[in-house]
């Protein structure tokens, strides 16, 4: 049985990651693939009970080191539990966030810096790595106004400062700058089927996958 693959979708909130990543799975499925659904922080039962004190709360709950290490610790419970195993069976995972997310958050958005975040994922994730990540990039403003239409009450990532939220997306960017081989950097200001095109192109020009 041949490995699977980890694909995983980055960006800012409200970007459009949950809606392409299962429109994505919908075709990889119509083509014949067995695939799994996932997202960070989250993605298997201890990591969720992570998530809640992750999400939740006032802005400043947590030290921004103290964030850190609670993402990497619902991660290593995800990878083990979860995404390592599916792909051991063959399984296509697709993940809402990964550590991506972390380097972007914490390392740009909460100023930790490259070097905190990497010597965390060396310790926790090894050699690991996605093998395409699509980033998916808009406007902050425009970001925060459809999180805000999704769901009641907003999450404690959304309610941080437009300025965290710049430095976010500016570090989301400067992720793909720096690891073309890996990162696509994506326009999600589209409407969600022009998205879902673009990330199909990629997936397919990437991998050799012919998708419907």
């Keep these: 049985m041949s490995k699977g693959r ?3 979708f980055e960006g800012g909130e409200g970007a459009g990651k949950s809606t392409q990543v299962g429109k994505l799975a919908a075709a990889l499925r119509e083509a014949g693939h067995d695939v799994l659904e996932t997202r960070e922080p989250g993605g298997s039962p201890a990591a969720e009970e992570i998530r809640e004190l992750l999400v939740h709360g006032e802005v400043a709950r947590w030290d921004s080191v103290t964030e ?3 993402h990497f610790a619902a991660r290593r ?4 539990q979860t995404v390592w195993p599916a792909m051991d069976s063959g399984q296509w995972v697709l993940c809402d966030r990964f550590a991506d997310s972390t380097m972007a958050y914490q390392g740009y958005g909460h100023g930790l810096g490259h070097e905190s975040i990497e ?6 994730v ?5 093998d395409i990540t699509l980033i998916l ?3 902050v403003e425009e970001g925060l ?8 009450g907003a999450t404690r990532y959304e309610r941080m400062d437009l300025a965290f939220h710049e430095r976010l997306r500016e570090g989301f960017k400067d992720i793909a700058r720096r690891e073309p081989k890996r990162c696509v950097l994506i326009d999600a200001g589209r409407p969600v089927e022009q998205v879902q095109g673009d990330i199909r192109r990629v997936l397919t020009s990437r991998t050799g996958v012919e998708l419907p």
């Design 137 to 139: 990039d808009l406007p």
């Design 119 to 124: 010597t965390l994922y060396d310790l926790v």
């Design 77 to 80: 419970e995800h990878l083990v």
């Design 126 to 130: 090894g050699r690991f790595h996605p």
């Design 6 to 8: 980890f694909i995983t």
């Design 145 to 152: 106004r459809r999180a805000e239409q999704r769901r009641d």
């Design 68 to 70: 850190a290490l609670l």
